[in-house]
């Protein structure tokens, strides 16, 4: 079973450093970089898959030139390769453009389930699953909390969660998954994988490598015309009482402010 | 050419959500501003009745009848049927921030390599087009962002505007289903499970247990203070991680996004990926042992106590008030 992975080297967000820069991008300068943790349950679940079934996993991200380093922790973690699509031409590129590179760098390397981590914590727009999937014409199986392939079938079952718990859906494979935290968490690198992915391959890859049909120099599709600060909260009241007294504290509080 | 801007419409259990109500306000009101027109969309095995409910908030709207959504994953038709509407001239597709709407705006995109601008907070018409503005990078940013063409889709967060129904009713067009350009998974069950039949979104008071909950049995202590206060319980990533309720019910960047008149929050220490869930809330209660916890720079009333001291008393002290 081969299974690729989109990988996202997003900003820690343990860091707590993110911040714009002055072209109202993402300054990717401004925090260290670490696998997107949506993507970590993905790629947990892809690994796991592939012990379960043999084959491949294959991370695939879109990223600067320097976040190979950041995909060789998802390698430690056990996946076989990397492929880093970086090109210039695509910094700061919109959603349309980055769905149409992944797609074709996808449709590079046959696979039988392509993982994704449902959003990304720098961007939590949460579109580029599906729009890979529509893009490569497969289905796209989302809020994932299980995935189940048949290979005799050719089919794969995930549960996929819904308001009041979940559904059982299915697809026949080729398909696109859009992973959530509820498949499990993700192991930690060994040092025997550690060790293991410096040597491992990452294949970088420019957009005419990935023959994409994007043009970037159109200019891209959204742009953000400013960036303000957050409102800022009043300081708010800090009490240390009995807890009798303390309960009567927030109930005049929630009064107060008329919410009870 | 006027804009005509889409709402397109979900449907739970034959009833237009709330979310949508929501979409199809933002709708119309854009159209309004922009000298344009606004359609709403409702895709359902059955959808009459979400389609009337659609036609109070907008002019018109656009009813399809299709059964395959008796069993069938939605998102593939009901992209479908935008990508036709959007090449008959609609210009601009509003959706809600839910997982059906996040699945359909990626499918568009994917689909017809529109501009996407996701999680906005509001939307309103400037200078020919339409502009959002969206909570970025964990709630440190807060970003105006439009379309650089004269088309594009935006997704709505929940409960950010208050819908309003336009004065008079609009009519409705039925059709017949377009045929999908992607697959649609098969459904073949759907399963209920306990606790999770109130949307956290959708609710006026959230009371969420943390790590310092400590138990499953905590959680009851959560759960009966939640009950006194007519609100739904919460969780943050600590507490679900560690099996003590189910992830539905996690407020945070890789779970819910709230914004409650009252966040009641019990033992949370306020790590950034929670605190991006639920920082707009109105009013932040917490009760904590450590006043130095990051919670306390968003909390407005910060008790320093023991829960397990304070939480039953309040429950107490709230039925008491109530005189229940």
Known sequence: MQILVLTKPVPDPAAGAERLGP??????????????????????????????????????????????????????????????????????????????????????????????????????????????????????????????????????????????????????MPAVIACTQALGAPRYPSLKGIMAARSREIASRSLADVSAEVAPGDGWATKVLEADAPPARAAGRVVQQPAAEAAKTVVDFLADRRII | MPPRILAVGEVAEGSLTKLSTEVATVARKLAEAAGGEAVGLVVDAAPDQAAAELATYVPKVVAVTNPALSNEVPAPHVAAEVARLLEEGVTHVILGVSQDGRDVAGTLVGLTGLGLLANADSVEWQDAAPVSRASVLAGKAITSSTFTGARGIVTLRPGVVTAEAAPSAGSVETRDPAAPAVPAPKVLDRVEEAGAQVSLEDARIVVVGGRGVGSPEGFRMVEELAEALGGVVGATRASVDAGWIPYARQIGQTGRVVKPALYLGLGVSGAMQHRVGMQASQAIVIVNRDPDAPIADVADLFVVGDLFEVAPALTAEIRARRGG
């Open chain 1, 23 to 172: 072209d109202l991008r993402l300054d990717r300068a401004a925090s260290p970089t670490v696998v997107n943790g949506n993507d970590e349950y993905a790629l947990e679940a892809a690994l796991q898959l592939v012990e379960a079934n043999g084959g491949e996993v294959i991370v695939l991200s879109m990223a600067p030139a320097n976040a190979a380093e950041t995909m060789r922790k998802a390698l430690a973690m056990g996946a076989a390769r990397g492929i880093h699509v970086t090109d210039p031409a695509l910094e700061g590129a919109d959603m349309p453009t980055t769905i149409a590179v992944l797609a074709a760098a996808a449709k590079q390397e046959p696979f039988d389930l392509l993982l994704a981590g449902i959003d990304t914590s720098d961007g939590t727009g949460g579109a580029v699953a599906a729009g890979v999937a529509a893009r490569l014409g497969m289905p796209l199986l989302s809020a994932a909390a299980s995935i189940e392939p048949d290979a005799g079938a050719g089919t794969v079952r995930v549960k996929r969660l819904s308001a009041k718990g979940y559904d059982v859906i299915e697809a026949p």
